[in-house]
């Protein structure tokens, strides 16, 4: 669900081409729980 989110809203507000949007999307949902996970064990 993030990864739509985060891909429309930028295809929206900064006119990139929908798959790299996508693309990019899918790269931070990704990495966003990993982050939070490291962030809680220190």
Excluded: C, Q, R
């Amino acid at each position: 669900m993030s990864l739509f989110l985060v891909g429309f809203g930028l295809w929206l507000s900064l006119d990139v081409p929908i798959m790299i949007a996508l693309l990019f999307g899918a790269l931070i949902s990704a990495t966003d729980p990993v982050a939070v996970v490291a962030l809680f064990k220190e």
